[in-house]
């Protein structure tokens, strides 16, 4: 006999088995499938998460810049924030987040930020400073460890 063959003694056994053999496979395959979907479904997951922190991170720094540059500019009041919401609306129709009222919350962010970054560099070790964001409102919360 060569090496690789094998010998059949009952067609029926190795028909059988061969059956037996394929329904194992087959089970297997689906739980490795299994394996590999849920693998690469978290691994989209979690890169999407990643993104969308970076996306916030961004626009966390466009929205303190802009009220950075609001509040170096302060002087020019209400109408300069009126006509700036005017122009960015027409510079970026499909963008949102430019209304007078969001810009005039950029720049309180800025302001607020300062604040807390000042007092924190002041502050003992063992303060922590927390932003609460609240509707129509900014509290600033000290709490000890």
């Known amino acids: 006999m060569k090496k690789g063959e094998n010998i059949i003694l009952n067609p029926k056994d190795v028909r059988g088995n061969e059956v037996s053999n394929m329904k194992k496979l087959i089970r297997a395959s689906k739980r490795e499938y299994r394996k590999i979907l849920n ?15 970076e996306v916030n991170r961004v626009l966390l720094q466009v929205y303190w810049n802009i009220g950075k540059r609001l509040s170096e500019n302060a002087s020019y009041g209400k109408a300069v924030v009126e006509k700036l919401s005017q ?39 063992f303060e922590r400073y927390v932003l609460v964001d609240k509707p129509k409102a900014v509290t600033v919360l000290n709490s000890r460890k």
Not at 39 to 53: N, P, T, V
Not at 94 to 117: P, V
Request: charged share 30%; proline share 2%.
């Open 39 to 53: 693998s690469i479904i978290s691994y989209i997951e979690q890169s999407k998460l990643k993104a969308f922190a």
């Open 87 to 125: 122009d960015l609306r027409l510079k970026y129709p499909d963008a949102r987040g430019y209304s007078e009222r969001n810009l005039w919350n950029m720049k309180r962010f800025y302001e607020i930020w300062q604040k807390l970054q000042t007092v924190s560099a002041e502050s003992l070790l």
